[in-house]
Nanobody
Framework: QVQLVESGGGLVQSGGSLRLACVASGSSFSINDMGWYRQAPGKQRDRVALITTVGTTTYADSVKGRVTISRDNAKNTVYLEMNSLKPEDTAIYYC?????????????WGQGTQVTVSS
């Protein structure tokens, strides 16, 4: 079974920065698209950023210009660098990875990491 381990969340003040990481481990597999999502209390889960196999990136309008998604294929890891954080960025952040195993695609979710931005 593939496992996703997230790290990097925490408490920061408005204007601060964080770098989230999500590493995939398990049996033989190849990683396709990777993305970050977030869900604030009482809100729906929204996509923050997406990065494809070839490195094409997509960002939500609410974070564009303040965050950067990147990947290290050798480490099976996706990162989300967040700068100029705002209180409205407070949420649980989840990574999602599309993985190919034995010729079939599967999606895996991380357990989530809390990001809290204080005023």
């Amino acid at each position: 079974q593939v496992q996703l381990v997230e790290s990097g969340g925490g408490l920061v003040q408005s204007g601060g920065s964080l770098r989230l990481a999500c590493v995939a481990s398990g049996s033989s597999f190849s990683i396709n698209d990777m993305g970050w999502y977030r869900q604030a209390p009482g809100k729906q889960r929204d996509r923050v950023a997406l990065i494809t196999t070839v490195g094409t990136t997509t960002y939500a309008d609410s974070v564009k210009g303040r965050v950067t998604i990147s990947r290290d294929n050798a480490k099976n890891t996706v990162y989300l660098e967040m700068n100029s954080l705002k209180p409205e960025d407070t949420a649980i952040y989840y990574c999602k990875v599309i993985i190919t195993m034995r010729g079939r695609d599967f999606q895996y979710w991380g357990q989530g990491t809390q990001v809290t931005v204080s005023s």
